[in-house]
Structures are given as structure tokens and as C-alpha cells.
């Protein structure tokens, strides 16, 4: 059957040059059953493969970093040098956190990886508007310490060394951010690129492309993305079509003019010839909540269409934000310090909160909580322990000052996190429903002893409540079904064809979970509590998590995507 299929793709003009490239295109399941002993064996598992299939019982065999064998019948238990007794629990493939930020964490605070093994995540995806390259002078002024020593770096072919000498605990993979790019370009002023700067950018693209970015990612809602035209990010979508790159996209607006911004990202993907993710899909704002039935309608005519485009979410009715976005964008047009520095001026604060108050002609936050300051929560530690976790009307009260001098006086002190209650559970589950939708944490690995108390409870949370709120106790989605947007689907999407599915062949990212107890313990008045049920987690074979506790081991990768450019004719 395999000759046959190998002869047929030649035969459709698919030609197979050599039996290793054929070897690549089939998972080599009968030479690793083959092996003469297992690393590990799993038995007694309820197996969700990540197809969305249903459950089958069955046992797991891993040899080095891949999944062996795959069976249901009983298998020889002299052939692993360790096993598992899942005591008829879940085994799956590792979650895929879509969008999990910063990547730079799991060294500069170890301990961080803690609140991504416990969900069960093991690959998290990397890049927004930033990315962790490219880097100047500018944008890295001074040399990051890790471990007491100084680093700098200028390339994702740099940054990913530096994170395999010290090893990652995880697996991780990045976009190559637009605003990255045009801030070592351009900075961040707000101007139209010279030709000169347009083909900087996008050779700064392409280098990124071959050291292995998956795509390329705006945030289009914060400056410097503000600034850049559609045209713009076309131009720099193109430079990856090459290499098989995807488009990731935090919109250019979440609210009133969501259908808008849906249009915008698939017509960059459609001009740029790419597929499209949209990163965290939510109508933002109470007027806005009628939105989302017409977004999901809106991708799902697309992709019947024939338009490759999918989106994520975070499992909560609070997004996450920095306190300065309730500030026009425009406002930092003139650079953000020089901006924050002239915001101690009475006269500009007076105006400001005229602006926020009525102007509608931008993503007005404060509009989107219904202009109340109880409904905005602060998520983070960086004003003080005592108001961590207090909406800004009460932090407001506590420092005994008025609620918008407390707002400015935050924003220049160098701002704080919040969460402003802008969504609804009705359009959670319209998002659930809808086959294409995946997850994401949308923040930065985070722990206790380092960050403190304050975070969003999606940092240690999101995966297990995705399984504990919409799979076990509302029944919106099937164990498969959340299961297969966790992992295959996420890997497809990135183009990690390789992970995401328990078979013969596949990489062995493999999660031990109890579905009947799996559990998120972030709210938002304390989020720093890790999730419990997880039982143990392996990434490329090697047990990382056990009983709650990392193991010490760093099996991670720097995953590298893409990195072949391809021959269009």
C-alpha cells in the first residue's frame, strides 16, 4: 500500500527523488515497533489521540523522543525499561499554547515553567507585534542576564542557541513580529516607510524565516502596529508565502469595527497568498457583544469559500491589557517615554480624560466597561502589593486620590496590567461551538517567587479550565473535541506536523490527566495558584512534570519551522 501511494504521487507530478524523502512523508510506525526495547510504556489509558476521535483504552510505548508503538491489545511489559499505569485515565498528545508570549522567561526565571507543565502545555507558541528578534542597539540596550551573565543577540538563529545551551523545559516556537521589525527599522514613530525601509523589513523577514520563524505576527491595536498599513503588512506577509509561513494577527479592532478587522486579516492573507490565524477573536465591549455571532459567521463563510483562516481564544469574559491603551494610540506617536514624560502636565491630563471620556473614533477600553473604572482590575503587582487584585476605583480610594489623577499618575509611573470586563459567556460559547476556534494563554510563564501574586488567571490556568468549565461541567464541548483544538489542530495550523497526535512516529509530547478531576484554581482576586490533575508530562520523550512537581529535566526545543524556502513557479 505504501509503494502504491509513493507511485502515485509521482505519477500526479508529486515526484519522490529519493526513499529518504518518501521515509519523511510516512511515520516510520512498523521500524519503531520494531525496536528491541521501549524507554517508557503507558498502559491502561484512556487514549484521546487528538484526532477528535473517540476514546479508545489502549497502551503508549516511547523510544527516545518519539512515540514508538500505539495499541490496545496487552503489550509486552519486558520491553520497557519503565512503566506507566495510567490507572485508566487520559493520555494525549501536549497541549499547544497558541500564543504565549514572551519565550525569554524560562530562563531568565526558571520557575515559570511551572504554570505552563501544570496545564499540560507542551509547546508554546511565541510573537506578537514583538518578537524576540530582531534586536539592535535600540531595542536591546542593554544585555539580558541570565544566570549573571550577559546576553545580546540579533537573530532568532542567536536567540535560539543561547535558549538550547541553557535548555527549555518545553518546547517552543515563534512569528517574527511586524512591529519588531519596524522598530529596528524605523522606531516608532508614526510615518510611512521609505523604499529603502520597506526592503530592510522585509529582508529582516526573510532572515527570520530561515532561522526558522513559524510566520509572521502584528498587534495592530498597540503602536508601533498602529502605524502600519495594510499595504505595509501585505508587503511583509509576502516575504513568507516561501517558506510556507502562516499570518497571526491581533486586529486592528476588537469592538464596533470587528467585522472590519476581519475583513482587513484575510485580505492580507489572501493578497499575501498565507494562511491567517486570528489570535484571541472577542467583541470587546457591551455594545459591541451582538458582534460575535456575525465574526464566527463571517470566518465560517470564509473558510467555506475556500479561505484558509482559523482563530484562538482565552477562556475568560476579562482580557488583559496594559493601563496606557486606555490612552489614544496616537498620543504616542511622539515615542512612548517621550509621551509618559509629558503626561505630568495638568493641562494634557484635563484633555486626555475629555478624549477618553467621549471619542469614539478609536478602541476606546473605557468605553467597552460601560465608562465605569469598577469594572477595570488590576492584575498586576507593579503599583504595590496592597492594590493587586482591586478594581481602580478601589486602588483609587485606597491611595486616597481621585480615580483619573490615580490612572495618570500610573500610567507615567510606567503603568500596571489590568483586566476590563468586556466580554460575556454568551460569546464565549458561540466561540466554543465553532470547529476552527483553538487556545492560547496570551501571556508570559510566570511564578510566584519571581512575579508575585498578580497576573491574569489565564497564565496558570486556561488549558485545564477549557477542560473542567466547557468539557465536564457545561458540556459545551466533548473531551475529544477540546482535545483535538489543544493539539492537532494548533499543530497543523503552525505547521508542527509532526506533534500533536498519539501515533507510531510522532514526536513524544505526551500529558497523564485525570478528566474527572482536572482543575483551573486562578481567579482573578488571586491568580497566582496553579492548576491541579495533571499528573505527569513528557516533551520529547523525558518526563518533565510529576505529581505537580518539575522533574529538573530541559528535553525542550527551539522548534524551527518553515526554514526551507521553497522553489514557486
Do not use: C
Not at 423 to 446: R, V
Amino acid at each position: 500500500m505504501r509503494d502504491y501511494l509513493v507511485i502515485l504521487l509521482a505519477s500526479i507530478g508529486l515526484f519522490l527523488p529519493s526513499a529518504a524523502l518518501a521515509d519523511d512523508l510516512f511515520p516510520p510506525s512498523t521500524a519503531l515497533a520494531d525496536d528491541k526495547s521501549w524507554d517508557v510504556l503507558i498502559i491502561n489509558a484512556r487514549i484521546v489521540d487528538g484526532s477528535g476521535s473517540p476514546w479508545f483504552r489502549g497502551s503508549v510505548a516511547i523510544s527516545g523522543d518519539k512515540i514508538a508503538w500505539v495499541g490496545s491489545g496487552a503489550p509486552d511489559l519486558t520491553r520497557a525499561r519503565e512503566v506507566v499505569d495510567a490507572h485508566d485515565k487520559i493520555v494525549s498528545p501536549g497541549f499547544i499554547d497558541f500564543m504565549g508570549q514572551n519565550s525569554l522567561v524560562y530562563l531568565t526565571n526558571p520557575p515559570s515553567a511551572l504554570s505552563r507543565l501544570t496545564q499540560g502545555i507542551t509547546v508554546h507558541v511565541s510573537g506578537e507585534g514583538d518578537s524576540a528578534a530582531p534586536q539592535n542597539d535600540v531595542t536591546q540596550p542593554d544585555p539580558v542576564l541570565i544566570d549573571g551573565k550577559g546576553y545580546r543577540w540579533r537573530t532568532f538563529a542567536e536567540y535560539f542557541k543561547i535558549l538550547e545551551s541553557h535548555g527549555l523545559p518545553l518546547n517552543v516556537a515563534h512569528n517574527v513580529g511586524a512591529s519588531q521589525v519596524r522598530a529596528v527599522v524605523m522606531g516608532e514613530t508614526d510615518r510611512t516607510p521609505t523604499q529603502a525601509e520597506m526592503e530592510a523589513m522585509k529582508r529582516l523577514v526573510d532572515e527570520a524565516m530561515r532561522d526558522g520563524a513559524a510566520g509572521l505576527s502584528t498587534a495592530l491595536i498597540y503602536p508601533p502596529g498602529i502605524f502600519q498599513s495594510q499595504e505595509e503588512i501585505i508587503a511583509l506577509a509576502k516575504v513568507v508565502r516561501p517558506y510556507g509561513g502562516i499570518y497571526s494577527t491581533h486586529m486592528r479592532n476588537e469592538s464596533d469595527k470587528l467585522l472590519e478587522a476581519i475583513d482587513e486579516a484575510i485580505a492580507i492573507g489572501q493578497e499575501a497568498g498565507i494562511p491567517v490565524e486570528i489570535y484571541h477573536l472577542k467583541a470587546a465591549g457591551i455594545s459591541n457583544w451582538p458582534l460575535m455571532e456575525k465574526a464566527i459567521a463571517r470566518i465560517a463563510a470564509a473558510r467555506i469559500a475556500g479561505v484558509d483562516v482559523t482563530a484562538d481564544m482565552y477562556p475568560y469574559v476579562r482580557n488583559g491589557l496594559g493601563l496606557e491603551h486606555f490612552i489614544p494610540a496616537r498620543y504616542y506617536a511622539v515615542g512612548r517615554q517621550e509621551f509618559l514624560s509629558s503626561l505630568a502636565d495638568p493641562s494634557l491630563r484635563k484633555t486626555l480624560k475629555t478624549v477618553i471620556e467621549t471619542d469614539q473614533g478609536w478602541e476606546n477600553w473605557y468605553h467597552h466597561v460601560g465608562n465605569d473604572w469598577s469594572k477595570v482590575q488590576i492584575i498586576d503587582e507593579a503599583r504595590g502589593k496592597d492594590i493587586a487584585g482591586l478594581s481602580i476605583t478601589e486602588a483609587a480610594r485606597r491611595r486616597g486620590k481621585d480615580v483619573w489623577t490615580f490612572v495618570f499618575d500610573a500610567i507615567q509611573a510606567g503603568g500596571v496590567e489590568v483586566a476590563p470586563l468586556t466580554m460575556n459567556e454568551e460569546q464565549q460559547h458561540l466561540k466554543l461551538t465553532s470547529p476552527f476556534i483553538m487556545f492560547n494563554t496570551d501571556t508570559p510563564p510566570a511564578s510566584p517567587e519571581v512575579d508575585g501574586r498578580g497576573t491574569h488567571p489565564r497564565t496558570y490556568g486556561t488549558m485545564p479550565r477549557v477542560l473542567a468549565k466547557y468539557v465536564r461541567e457545561e458540556k459545551i464541548l466533548t473531551l475529544e473535541d477540546a482535545v483535538r483544538r489543544m493539539t492537532s489542530a494548533a499543530a497543523n495550523r503552525i505547521g508542527m506536523f509532526d506533534r500533536g497526535r498519539i501515533g507510531a512516529g510522532y514526536a513524544a509530547d505526551i500529558v497523564l490527566f485525570d478528566a474527572d478531576t482536572i482543575q483551573d484554581h486562578a481567579d482573578f482576586r488571586d491568580p497566582a495558584q496553579y492548576s491541579t490533575g495533571v499528573e505527569r508530562v513528557w516533551v520529547n520523550g523525558v518526563l518533565v512534570l510529576k505529581d505537580g512537581a518539575m522533574t529538573g529535566k530541559l528535553p525542550g526545543k527551539a522548534l524551527r519551522l518553515n526554514a526551507v524556502k521553497r522553489v514557486e513557479k
